[in-house]
């Protein structure tokens, strides 16, 4: 057998697609590389959201190629797909591949069990699809010893938001229909998931092309005869009704967790992202599942320093954030992208020392929001999926239902089990809360 070292980066639905790449080549006769061993195959899946993203890429790259020297390195994902050219310049690159060309990797490699890629790929590869012309959806589900299964459930985006190169690396909204997504859940839950995350680049647009819609599939999840709980990974505000709030709150299975992208705190910044609601229906929306849903955790994505976010407009967005009543903020530094919009702005491009600056500020106001809404947490009872042992520690991790991280006495046998516990005290470095 061949061996195979695979290395993802980026988002929850870049690990579902390696894992469902892992699990076409384990059928076509490749086993995954070892600690110790050296790989004949290295696949990197890579993300291009930032250009920090971009330079992880290349580190990941140079530092396979050091461990497996003599390896087809192999190149895919977002940063293949928008940058296919420079990483083909790259020495010791062997394929580059785009977001929908990875999917194509058991057919192109079928032949290295019996030729040596000297003589396979003498001269390199490369293949990146007219993505914006993709309608074809590829399902995806990892399944790579997590506990966690991040279920892919819709690929691509219409909204075109003037910062954003995710419709330049994965086309047009897309999906299977609820029939196969309950099914591709169905084959989850038989290989022992306990939690599903369902996973896309705008995972309420589910529906666009089968003509249904997300809160059906939601319903079509939930009635599943089985134990299991559902996570929904991100959504946005103008896509997370009312309706599909109240069905979480009196739901079997899907979990009180939102985490939803709200990118700026001021109307002005709102228009200039091409965002597709206010300030105050985002407000709103944080209200309604407060009432709803109480002890919900709420996670919200924020944009810091973009072109045209002036000081006063910074400042409008952090006092909106610090007003809302929610668990923790997900911050991004903003760093150009070409082929956006947002670089036909070329006044109040904002420093990126003061970006750093404003991002400092923000990451202040998700610490004191996250440790408060810990702090509600402490002595109510809590269910626990149990995940692994805790990095340099004699004790485990796991996550509440509404994502709290919990941390108990290592025991191997609690690991993919839920437990019912109640939530004590802080432990020592304050980063879960103990249990009993």
């Known amino acids: 057998m061949k061996k195979v070292a695979y290395h993802t980066l980026g988002c929850k639905l870049n690990f579902s697609e390696t894992s469902a790449i892992a699990k076409q080549l384990s059928e076509a006769g490749f086993a995954k590389v070892q600690a110790g061993e050296q790989a004949d195959v290295c696949i990197i899946n890579t993300c291009s959201v930032t250009d920090t993203a971009d330079t992880k890429c290349r580190q990941a790259i140079h530092r396979l190629l050091r461990q497996h020297p003599n390896a087809l390195m192999v190149v895919t994902g977002c940063y293949a797909q928008l940058k296919p050219e420079e990483i083909s310049a790259m020495e010791g690159v062997d394929m580059v591949l785009g977001s929908n060309e990875k999917f194509d990797l058991p057919d192109l490699l079928a032949k290295l069990n019996t030729n040596p890629k000297e003589e396979l790929f003498p001269c390199g590869f490369s293949s990146c699809s007219d993505i914006l012309q993709t309608t074809e959806f590829k399902p995806a589900c990892s399944r790579d010893g997590r506990t ?139 209200n309604t599942i407060r009432r709803i849903l109480p002890d919900a955790f709420i996670g919200v994505d924020v944009i810091v320093g973009a072109r045209g976010e002036t000081a006063e407009l910074f400042e409008k967005s952090e006092q909106f954030v610090a007003s809302l009543d929610i668990s923790q903020l997900h911050i991004f530094t903003y760093s150009e992208r070409a082929g956006t919009k947002m670089l036909e702005i070329t006044d109040h491009i904002v420093p990126k020392t003061e970006r750093k600056r404003r991002s400092e500020l923000l990451h202040l106001i998700s610490d004191k929001k996250t440790e408060a809404f810990y702090e509600k947490q402490m002595g109510k009872p809590a269910r626990v999926l149990w995940e692994s042992k805790k990095k340099n520690s004699e004790n485990m991790i796991g996550f509440t239902e509404n994502y709290i991280r919990a941390e108990a006495v290592f025991d191997k046998e609690k690991i993919n089990s839920v437990q019912n516990v109640q939530l004590r005290a802080w432990n020592e470095d304050k980063t879960a809360l103990k249990i009993n």
């Open 148 to 286: 966690r299964f991040f279920l892919k459930v819709q690929d691509g985006c219409d909204y075109y938001c003037t910062y954003c190169t995710i419709p330049l690396a994965r086309g047009r909204s897309r999906n299977a229909s609820i029939v196969d997504t309950v099914q591709m859940a169905q084959e989850a839950i038989a290989e022992g998931a306990k939690e599903i995350v369902l996973a896309g680049v705008n995972t309420g647009d589910f529906g666009k092309s089968t003509s249904e819609n997300f809160i059906d599939l939601v319903k079509a999840l939930d009635e599943l005869d089985a134990d299991i709980r559902f996570r929904i990974s991100s959504i946005e505000p103008n896509l997370l009704t009312d309706e599909l709030i109240e069905f979480i709150a009196k739901s079997k299975s899907f979990l009180p967790y939102f985490h939803i992208p709200l990118q700026a705190g001021s109307n002005e910044m709102l228009k200039i992202m091409k965002r597709r609601y206010t300030t105050e229906f985002f407000a709103e929306k944080i």
